[in-house]
């Protein structure tokens, strides 16, 4: 056949032609820049893919562009690819011949473009690429049909990226043909069911369900799972499989911001360590037992109707073989839920816990003692919960030689096991503010008991570093409060009337940062915290600048709503030099004073904070921005400014003239008449 022989030779020429060509011929190829056997060619306005580039190409990046058709042939010439990158090109079709030559391409990014459009000849051609192992697909706007269309036969799979497309629903057929699949994200999608999806699947490690409409996960029974998250959804219930023997090996799962009521029914044997279940509106239910005291209570859920699943789950509300196997776990963030306490023996069922974090919830009592806190404990945070009063005994304590977090701010707490501080050997940060503890005096150490105390005492813990006392409503500071202590973090802040003059001067060698925003402060002597980075002196009324400042090496300087006027140029030439970060909102600038103002914007390397939210105020009391503020309209102390003249001199001159015609019409009528008959009126014959 005479085309077929046509092609032969057009074939054999081609080489030839290539090297005869030159560059400038192929006006796309000078968009693509080499490195090694790639070829980078993003965000270069092309529309088809350059010709010309070495045949031995590995890699070749096409992002950015306008690419609608991956044709036929456009990619004959790079046989040897093995990844291919065309996202964001406005790609519609991928033609069914495409990857005819390319039988070692391996990664496929077609992300954020138009497939649906095209899908059905992509399918046909990504059929043709024996060795695909990663294919994205996200933003495309694919349904169930299309996706399912575009999957099949692709049995070689490993990573499959779907996110953010329209996916309603998922069953069997879904990803039937992808044995090798490991990872799937199918994140921001619009499912509200899945059913039976992942059986042909058995290598799946990682799956991704954040950010869809799910209701609940049950029956979960993936064994091979590594890595689950369904946070963002709309989950009312996690349920794995009863009575299955196998150990999963499921190390996190990710069911933030759902709608759980119940701790998620976990696998009997796994080696979970990871659980995220913040913002929920989990609960413990161990306290409405059929106990006795109310007979015949409802004490039983029970799951009916679930779909394909056979044999109702009947579950006793305090059932503790229900939370399953925690014995690995070593994070679990129940931030935002509702828990009231944790059952019996709960917390001690995991000996390998790390953190703890239960910010937000609605504990009435915490006694670290019955818990048995395993001693890896490192992080807890109780936060913003309803404690007035956390007991422990000394020998607890000192088991806890991990703790290093403890976070208790936001309670009512009055009562703290005494020796807490000092029993905690590993203790660097410590928040109790917003609580009504006080520093203890040392008369007040009979009256603790035992085991508690009203007041804090934290004298001589060589490990704390940061402690955070606002709102603490404390009125005087000891003036030992810190000795022995080499705090690099003290917050202070918003403890009106505060005194703190004497008692922080200990840690003076040692503070960075320093909050004292909202104590009423007034002149502090600064000048010996020479490691200070960090100060916050906001809501003082303040009516200049501590001159102490100015020989610190400060980067954080917050003056926020205080009362000053200026700053003088020489402060605000030191501080320019040093500080990264000022704010200086909530001032009462003097409008005609705002040197200071240039200094700061002219530096490059100081960001001021709400810059166009600085304010100042001129001689007749109207507030300006400075940014806008017009300083010509200032009298400057030996300056010459016209304005100022201006206004200084018209009414001196308009009174003179005023004076000058009252007098000429008292005293000269007669002179007057006879300028007016002269001047103003037409002559005259008399
Ligand atoms: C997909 O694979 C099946 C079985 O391996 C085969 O019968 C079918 O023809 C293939 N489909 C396509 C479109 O290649
Ligand atoms: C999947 O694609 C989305 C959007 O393109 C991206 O944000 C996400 O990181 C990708 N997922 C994986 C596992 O790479
Ligand atoms: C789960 O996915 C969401 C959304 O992509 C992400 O923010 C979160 O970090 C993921 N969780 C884990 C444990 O990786
Ligand atoms: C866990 O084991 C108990 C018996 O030890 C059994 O009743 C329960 O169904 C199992 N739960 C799961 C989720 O397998
Ligand atoms: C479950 O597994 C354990 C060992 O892993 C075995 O001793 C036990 O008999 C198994 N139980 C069932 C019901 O298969
Ligand atoms: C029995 O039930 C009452 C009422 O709900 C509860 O206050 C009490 O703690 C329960 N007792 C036990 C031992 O769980
Ligand atoms: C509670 O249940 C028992 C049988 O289970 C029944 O005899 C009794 O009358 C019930 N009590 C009430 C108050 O309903
Ligand atoms: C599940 O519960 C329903 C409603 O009580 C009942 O009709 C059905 O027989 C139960 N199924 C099984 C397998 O127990
Ligand atoms: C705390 O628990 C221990 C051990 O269970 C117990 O002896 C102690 O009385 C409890 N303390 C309080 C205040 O309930
Ligand atoms: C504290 O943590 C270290 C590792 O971070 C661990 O080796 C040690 O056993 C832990 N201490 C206790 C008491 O668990
Ligand atoms: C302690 O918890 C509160 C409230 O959850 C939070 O605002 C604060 O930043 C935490 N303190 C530390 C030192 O992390
Ligand atoms: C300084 O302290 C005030 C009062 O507590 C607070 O509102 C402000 O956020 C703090 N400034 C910075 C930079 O953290």
Redesign the pocket.
């Known amino acids: 056949m005479p085309v077929h022989r046509l092609t032969t030779i057009l074939l054999c020429l081609l080489p030839v032609w290539r090297i005869l060509t030159p560059v400038s011929s192929h006006p796309q190829h000078s968009r693509c820049q080499l490195i090694q056997r790639t070829a980078v060619c993003n965000n270069g306005k092309l529309s088809f893919v350059p010709a010309g580039l070495p045949d031995n190409l590995e890699e070749l990046q096409l992002n950015d562009n306008h690419i609608q058709t991956l044709q036929d042939n456009s990619l004959l010439g790079y046989p040897s690819l093995n990844t291919l990158s065309v996202a964001c090109s406005s790609l519609e079709k991928v033609e069914s011949n495409t990857f005819q030559d390319s039988k070692l391409l391996e990664n496929l990014n077609l992300a954020k473009n138009y497939l649906h459009i095209g899908y059905q000849d992509t399918s046909h051609a990504l059929k043709s690429l024996p060795r695909l192992r990663a294919l994205d697909l996200s933003e495309n706007d694919l349904n169930d049909e299309m996706m399912a269309t575009l999957l099949q036969n692709l049995t070689s799979l490993e990573y499959l990226n779907l996110s953010g497309n329209l996916l309603q629903r998922l069953d069997e057929t879904s990803f039937r043909d992808l044995y090798q699949l490991k990872e799937l994200d199918l994140q921001r999608n619009i499912m509200f069911e899945i059913d039976g999806a992942f059986d042909n699947n058995p290598k799946l490690q990682r799956l991704n369900l954040a950010f869809n409409y799910l209701l609940c996960l049950t029956d979960f029974h993936m064994t091979q799972l590594v890595v689950l998250n369904g946070s963002h959804n709309f989950i009312e219930w996690f349920i794995s499989r009863q009575g299955l023997n196998d150990t999963f090996q499921l190390e996190t799962l990710d069911l933030s911001h759902n709608k759980l009521l119940f701790f998620p029914f976990l696998p009997n044997h796994s080696h979970m360590r990871n659980l995220y279940l913040s913002h929920n509106s989990v609960s413990f239910y161990e306290h409405l037992e059929d106990n006795g005291t109310f007979p015949n209570t409802t004490s039983t859920v029970e799951f009916y109707n679930m779909k394909k699943y056979t044999g109702n789950v009947t579950a006793k509300l305090w059932d503790e073989s229900l939370h399953g196997d925690i014995s690995s776990l070593e994070i679990l963030d129940l931030r935002g839920n509702q828990v009231q306490y944790f059952p019996q023996g709960f917390i001690q069922k995991m000996p390998a816990l790390s953190r703890l974090q239960m910010c937000t919830n609605c504990l009435e009592t915490l006694?670290l003692?019955?818990e048995q806190f395993s001693g890896s404990l490192y992080e807890l945070d109780v936060s913003n919960n309803r404690l007035n009063q956390i007991?422990a005994d000394e020998g607890t304590l000192t088991a806890l030689g991990n703790l290093t977090y403890l976070n208790l701010s936001l309670n009512d707490l009055q009562w703290l096991p005494s020796g807490l501080f000092s029993s905690l050997s590993s203790l660097r940060s410590v928040d109790l503010s917003y609580n009504n503890i006080d520093i203890c005096l040392p008369e007040e150490a009979e009256i603790n008991t035992d085991t508690s105390t009203a007041c804090a005492d934290w004298k001589n813990v060589a490990s704390l570093r940061q402690l955070y006392l606002k709102g603490c409503n404390l009125k005087i500071l000891p003036s030992y409060a810190f000795s022995g202590l080499s705090l690099t973090h003290l917050e202070l802040s918003n403890n009106p009337g505060l005194n703190v003059q004497e008692s922080v001067q200990s840690l003076s060698g040692t503070l960075q940062h320093l909050g004292l925003g909202n104590t009423h402060i007034q002149d502090m002597d600064f000048s010996r915290f020479q490691s200070l980075k960090s100060l916050n002196i906001s809501r003082n009324s303040l009516s200049h600048l501590p001159p102490s400042l100015v020989n610190l090496d400060l980067k954080v300087l917050d003056l926020r709503d205080n009362k000053l006027s200026t700053i003088p140029s020489g402060q605000a030439n030191a501080l320019a030099q040093k500080l990264h970060t000022v704010f200086l909102t909530g001032n009462p600038f003097n409008c005609c004073q705002t040197e200071w103002f240039g200094t700061f914007e002219t530096t490059k390397t100081i960001n001021m904070v709400g810059q166009s939210y600085i304010e100042c105020e001129d001689l007749i009391q109207t507030t300006h921005r400075v940014e806008h503020f017009q300083p010509f309209l200032c009298l400057k102390t030996g300056g010459k400014s016209i304005v100022w003249y201006i206004l200084l001199f018209v009414p001196i001159c308009l009174s003179f003239v005023g004076i000058s015609i009252i007098v000429l019409l008292t005293f000269k009528p007669k002179m007057l008449q006879k300028s007016i008959k002269k001047n103003c009126l037409k002559p005259t014959t008399y």
């Open positions: 006694n003692t019955s007991t």
